[in-house]
Each structure stands twice: as structure tokens, then as C-alpha cells.
């Protein structure tokens, strides 16, 4: 992973400066804060990573010049949005109000991202527009999901739910002088957030299909199955589409063809282009070991408890 490991030394930096501020918010929050922040430390390797949104500033400076210390600051300005965010999601996920005491919590972490933006661009700067577009389609997204089916009527909606992960990219540009390329720049950054959303999406079905959450790839299967809008999905119906159906293959040929929407880009952003690379070769095996584990089974049980057992 060349797109995380050249940026490696400046993530750990930035990721102790953000638990060094959150250390010093009032007492109790600050146990709280660190708490949270642990779970997405990419320090630590039990954490959740969500690498685009800290290693967006980095991988700019593959077409304009972004200073060390301002690509630092983005960095972690975005470590602090994505706290917010998480945060924020936790709190309307909850209908008894559990994670209520996390509210004042959330608005000193957006306290922390917007003292850095502050500091790096003035209140004439046009980042602030990009910036509340970006709030603004992170709303429409989360708020429209229930009743839209954004899969399949309007995509970039998908990739809405994380827009604010492009303060970063837009903010190194225009450090850069070049709001030229925000336009194309930002329709990279889309689509490989489509492909993030979809794989994201076949990790958590299960859950979000117990839970009534909207997920891209239960979309694709209901659309793919001529599936009824009405008639509810089992776990047992989603199993068979996957592991006997084959359609998790067409759902990667999807993410592919947003892959190949950033090539037609023809940006020289080569770390976005490998780590959407990945996201696709995810989904792709996880395609092919479905298929490996279904062709051992008709193989044989006997031939399949060989192949699964390593010390038989």
C-alpha cells in the first residue's frame, strides 16, 4: 500500500497532535473524546481505518504544491470531521437517546476542524462555499435516503454521505491557486467514495439489513432479483442471491465502471487511483472465494474438509 505507507510518519504525527487536543478538552469529555478517537486511530491496529479521509491532502500534492505544514493541518482538520461525523451518525442511529451526552462532544471536535480551516483561509475565500456545499450534500444524502433509492436514481448520493471528506482535497487545491481543478478533482474524489460506500456496504448487510439501514448492495440485489419494493428481504433470500446467485459479481463490475470513470479523468493522482484499486479487488475477491468455496462444496464434502483443514 505505496498510497499509505509513503505518508505514514505524517499521519502518526497528526493523529498525536488530534489525541494531545482532544487530552486537553474539559474533564470528562476528555476521557470520552479519547475514548471515541481510539476507535479510529490509524495507529493502533484494532482500529476502524478511513484512510481517503485523513490521506486526501497527501495525495494532492501529486498535481500542485501543497506545503508540509498546511497538508499536515488538513489532515488533521479531517481527523476532527470525521470524529464530528461519527459522532453525529451515532446520535441519529439511536432512537432511546443512549449517545445523547456525546452532543457536546461532537461540537468541540467542530470546534477543532473549523479553527484550522479559520487559520488557513480567510472569510473571502471561496472554501468556505465548497464547504457548506459539502455540508449541504452530506444532509441531502443522510436525510433522503429512506425514501430514495440513490443506488439506482442518483449515485453521486451515495458518494453525499461522506462529502465533507473533500474539504481536504478542495483545500489543498485552492492553497495551490488552482480552483481550476476543484471541478474534476472533486468528480475523482466522488467516484472513488462510490466505491468505498459499495464495499462498506457488502461488509455490513447483515446489519444493515436487520436494522431497516439503506445499503447499496441489498439495493443492487433487490433491482438485479426484479425483487418487489414491497415484499421485505430475508437474510436467507440475501445468502442466496450472494453465495448461490453470483450477483456479488455483478455488483463489482458496478465499482468498476466507476474505476474507469476516474482513468477517463486522466488526472495524475496515482495514490487515489491505487487505493480505489483496492476497494475494486476487495469486492472482486471476495467474489472469487465465494465461487472457490461453492465449486469445492459440489466437489465434495470429504474434498472440501481437506482443503479447509490445515493440519489434516
Known amino acids: 500500500m505505496l498510497w499509505l505507507n509513503a505518508h505514514r510518519a505524517d499521519l502518526d504525527e497528526a493523529f498525536a497532535e488530534g489525541e494531545r487536543i482532544i487530552n486537553m478538552f474539559p474533564d470528562g469529555l476528555n476521557r470520552l473524546g479519547l475514548a471515541y478517537f481510539a476507535k479510529f486511530d490509524m495507529r493502533r491496529e484494532d482500529s476502524t481505518k478511513n484512510y481517503i479521509c485523513y490521506l486526501l491532502p497527501y495525495w494532492m500534492k501529486e498535481i500542485v504544491a501543497v506545503p508540509d505544514s498546511a497538508a499536515r493541518k488538513l489532515c488533521l482538520a479531517n481527523v476532527f470531521v470525521m470524529l464530528y461525523y461519527f459522532v453525529v451518525d451515532d446520535v441519529m442511529d439511536s432512537a432511546t437517546g443512549e449517545h445523547r451526552d456525546k452532543l457536546p462532544l461532537a461540537n468541540l471536535f467542530q470546534l477543532q476542524f473549523q479553527s484550522i480551516y479559520r487559520e488557513l483561509y480567510p472569510p473571502h475565500s471561496p472554501f468556505w462555499h465548497h464547504y457548506e456545499s459539502y455540508v449541504r ?176
Not at 433522503?144 to 489543498?172: C, H, I, L, M
Not at 481543478?181 to 436487520?210: F, G, K, S, Y
Not at 459440489?298 to 490445515?310: P, Q, V
Open 137 to 312: 450534500e452530506w444532509a441531502d444524502a443522510v436525510a433522503g435516503e429512506s425514501t430514495r433509492d440513490p443506488f439506482y436514481t442518483d449515485r453521486k448520493q451515495v458518494a453525499w454521505k461522506a462529502s465533507p471528506v473533500k474539504n481536504a482535497s478542495t483545500g489543498a487545491l485552492l492553497l495551490a491557486g488552482r480552483e481550476d481543478l476543484v471541478p474534476v478533482v472533486t468528480e475523482a474524489v466522488d467516484q472513488v467514495l462510490i466505491c468505498l460506500q459499495m464495499l462498506d456496504d457488502w461488509v455490513d448487510w447483515e446489519e444493515d439489513l436487520a436494522e431497516g439501514t439503506y445499503n447499496c448492495l441489498l439495493a443492487f440485489l433487490r433491482r438485479s432479483a426484479d425483487r418487489p419494493g414491497e415484499e421485505p428481504m430475508t437474510a436467507e433470500w440475501v445468502k442466496q442471491q450472494v453465495f448461490v446467485q453470483d450477483r456479488l459479481e455483478g455488483f463489482k463490475e458496478i465499482a468498476a465502471s466507476h474505476q474507469e470513470d476516474v482513468r477517463r479523468l486522466g488526472l495524475p493522482l496515482h495514490e487515489l487511483a491505487q487505493f480505489q484499486s483496492g476497494l475494486v479487488n476487495d469486492l472482486q475477491a471476495a467474489a472469487d472465494e465465494i465461487k472457490e468455496k461453492r465449486l469445492k462444496l459440489l466437489s465434495g464434502g470429504f474434498y472440501y474438509f481437506m482443503s479447509e483443514t490445515s493440519n489434516f
